[in-house]
């Protein structure tokens, strides 16, 4: 049971132009939502997050929205950069302790 | 913030051969700690997590079981490796619920 889902396992994006990740949850309970970078053979790095009480949170290149309704969450990045070529993944927490991720997206940026 | 501490970074063991992977924490107290497994081109599977001290919770039914001898380490054990217990291991921490986790950097385990 994918608790957490990212449909593309894949995107490709012109540097400077916006990049758009997203991700499916299925769990009402989760109310805390994170994104994170990954590099081969690393462990991953935080990035951003939202509370579930809001609907959207900025940090410099990279927003986070969030529609409780549909359950859906998306991270986009402006301008996108080639050092942002990773993969993304989304996780959600729940207030039990529990921390389920997605499956990734791989993000290529082209120069 | 706080500094994940796992080790070896890579691993080769025999089939049928005992795991035992430790991860500690610094710079908080009482975490949350997780183990995760990331299979070739697959996403992270959780594992194990634990809320406190001899409180495991485990999320895959499986060849390994976890350990929390003490607030700040957590330890991944195999009685008998299977080759599909390869991958790469990630242990993390928390302060709570809503706060970001942080990542050691892995070990990479692969059962002949």
């Known amino acids: 049971d994918q608790q957490v889902k990212q449909n593309s396992p894949s995107l490709s994006v012109q540097e400077g132009r916006i990049s758009i990740l997203n991700c499916d949850y299925t769990?009402?309970?989760?109310?805390?939502f994170l994104w994170y970078k990954k590099y081969p053979a690393e462990g991953p790095t935080f990035l951003i997050s939202?509370?579930?009480?809001?609907d959207k949170n900025e940090d410099g290149r990279f927003t986070v929205f969030l529609n409780k309704s549909a359950k859906h969450l998306s991270l986009h990045i402006v301008p996108s950069q080639p050092g942002d070529s990773a993969v993304y993944f989304c996780?959600?927490?729940?207030?039990?302790?529990?921390?389920?991720f997605g499956q990734g997206t791989e993000l290529s940026v082209k120069p | 913030s706080q500094t994940i501490h796992q080790w070896p970074a890579t691993l080769v063991q025999p089939v049928g051969s005992p795991l035992s992977l430790e991860c500690t924490v610094e710079?908080?107290?009482?975490?949350?700690l997780y183990w995760y497994r990331q299979a070739a081109g697959r996403g992270l599977q959780l594992l194990f997590y634990?809320?406190?001290?001899?409180?495991i919770s485990s999320e895959v039914p499986q060849n390994l079981s976890a350990s929390r001898p003490q607030d700040r380490q957590f330890i991944l054990s195999s009685k008998k490796l299977l080759l599909s217990d390869s991958g790469f291991y990630l242990c993390?921490?928390?302060?709570?619920?809503?706060?970001?986790?942080?990542f050691g950097q892995g070990t990479r385990l692969t059962v002949v």
């Open positions: 993390a921490s928390s302060w709570g619920a809503n706060t970001e986790a942080f």
């Open positions: 710079g908080t107290s009482n975490p949350n």
């Open positions: 769990n009402s309970m989760f109310d805390y």
């Open positions: 634990s809320v406190g001290i001899g409180q």
């Open positions: 939202i509370s579930s009480i809001k």
């Open positions: 996780a959600a927490h729940n207030q039990g302790g529990k921390l389920i």
